[in-house]
């Protein structure tokens, strides 16, 4: 017998609908088999042929794959000469990545709070974060949404420091008509199976300063290189290399570059089909009572990574958790996207307050992704909204 939703009656859908995930198809499993048949599995070919393409989507100059978006973070802040004493500045809302990569160098990260209608980092909160160790600054496009790009870049040049944009988000988006990736001192991204794109795992740094390059290059395979420019003491036999620095096996393998790639020729429909989903959301939601959508900076042309709903406690009389639970009855199956990371035991160790950011945490307390992805049928979709609203009417004050 079918069991009832919380909220009473059938489910909303039957069969689960996932938050995220991938989708596959004929051409990305021939460009892996093709891989799986050449003579090249690491080290060959597609690694450059990914990169041109990506520097194509970008608008950037230059762009090194690597083997997760967190390896693009780290060698990025590696790049950025990020040490012991120096202060970095990024978000608490964000995966612990944009954080650890700090933290990996010996730098510490500083969180500065969010602009509680757009979820993005405040300008005004990283400013006054600024002191004499900041070094950089990493904005993370949350949920693909550019960040108010023009403000903070201001505020690095005003105060000599680098701006590492956090990209995991935003492969597609655009700020004031030109791709994310070709704007900052460098920019990462991710391809996991939730984004846009994938390659199962990788991840990309991208930027338009050649110094910045070859230190990404270097800080991606061992700090190993061939190039006598390059080299302390160059010589001509065939098999000779140096290693000029500590460097990291953070190479991304033919077999996942392949298949990003092919992804990458789908970017535009991947796009469109998101844009879709997140404008009938936002018609769905924009007047039903007890849900807050996330407003957009007209400068940004979104491409979604995740759809935001946050619950209002004057208008809803039940907890995000019972909230959450209603949608799994419902076969709708959400996640949260993040505890502020400052609140994670390893960073309360290390003495940061819980409080830092009220913002942050108020909007944590609050919030559920729901359901985004590619594949996402316009019949789902509707039984996402459906499932919303009837748990909305259920607790309505």
Same mark, same amino acid.
């Given at each position: ?26 051409a990305?499993?021939?460009?892996v ?18 990169? &041109?393409?990506?520097? $194509?989507?970008t ?10 978006g967190?390896a ?10 990020i040490?012991p004493?120096? &202060? ?46 900041? $070094? ?7 949920t693909?949404?550019?960040?108010a ?21 935003a492969?597609?988006?655009?700020y ?6 070709s704007l ?10 939730? $984004?846009?794109v ?8 991208t ?19 061939r ?12 098999? +000779? ?26 970017l535009?429909?991947?796009? $469109? ?10 018609e769905?939601f ?9 407003? &957009?900076?007209p400068?940004?042309d ?34 949260v996207?993040?505890?502020p990371?400052?609140?994670?035991p390893y ?13 942050a945490e ?10 985004? +992805? ?10 996402v ?7 909305c ?5």
């Amino acid at each position: 017998m079918e069991k009832p939703a919380i909220c009473g009656g059938s489910p909303a859908c039957d069969t689960p609908i996932q938050y995220g995930r991938q989708y596959i198809d004929d051409a990305d499993i021939r460009a892996v088999s093709d891989v799986l048949r050449s003579d090249f599995l690491t080290c060959g070919p597609q690694i450059p042929a990914l990169e &041109e393409k990506f520097c $194509k989507v970008t608008g950037a100059k230059y762009a090194v794959a690597v083997s997760n978006g967190t390896a693009a973070l780290h060698i990025a802040c590696i790049a950025a000469g990020i040490g012991p004493g120096d &202060e970095v500045i990024t978000t608490p809302i964000t995966f612990a990545a944009s954080a650890n990569c700090v933290s990996y160098c010996g730098g510490t990260p500083v969180f500065a709070d969010i602009d509680p209608e757009t979820y993005n980092m405040d300008p005004a909160a990283m400013e006054a974060c600024i002191t004499p160790k900041t $070094k950089a600054v990493i904005p993370v496009h949350y949920t693909g949404q550019a960040v108010a790009y023009d403000e903070i870049a201001a505020i690095c040049q005003k105060h000599g420091l680098l701006l590492i944009q956090d990209a995991a988000h935003a492969i597609g988006t655009l700020y004031k008509g030109q791709p994310i990736g070709s704007l900052a001192d460098m920019t990462c991204f991710s391809s996991h199976p939730v $984004k846009t794109v994938t390659s199962g795992e990788g991840g990309v740094v991208t930027t338009n300063d050649e110094v910045l390059y070859q230190k990404l290059l270097l800080a991606r395979s061992h700090g190993i290189t061939r190039d006598h420019s390059q080299m302390s003491e160059p010589c001509d036999d065939p098999w +000779y290399y140096e290693m000029i620095s500590l460097g990291y096996n953070y190479r991304l393998t033919e077999i996942q570059a392949a298949l990003f790639s092919s992804q990458l020729d789908k970017l535009p429909v991947f796009s $469109k089909r998101r844009k879709e989903i997140v404008k009938r959301y936002n018609e769905a939601f924009r007047d039903v009572e007890g849900i807050i959508v996330q407003k &957009e900076i007209p400068s940004s042309d979104t491409t979604r990574h995740l759809y935001m709903i946050q619950l209002d406690p004057d208008i809803l009389t039940c907890s995000r958790r019972q909230f959450f639970d209603a949608m799994t009855a419902e076969n709708i199956h959400c996640q949260v996207h993040y505890i502020p990371v400052y609140r994670l035991p390893y960073y309360q160790r290390l003495g940061y307050p819980k409080g830092l950011c009220p913002k942050a945490e108020r909007l944590y307390e609050r919030i559920l992704s729901i359901p985004l +992805y590619y594949s996402l049928t316009d019949r789902q979709v509707e039984d996402v909204i459906l499932a919303v609203r009837k748990i909305c009417a259920y607790y309505h004050k």
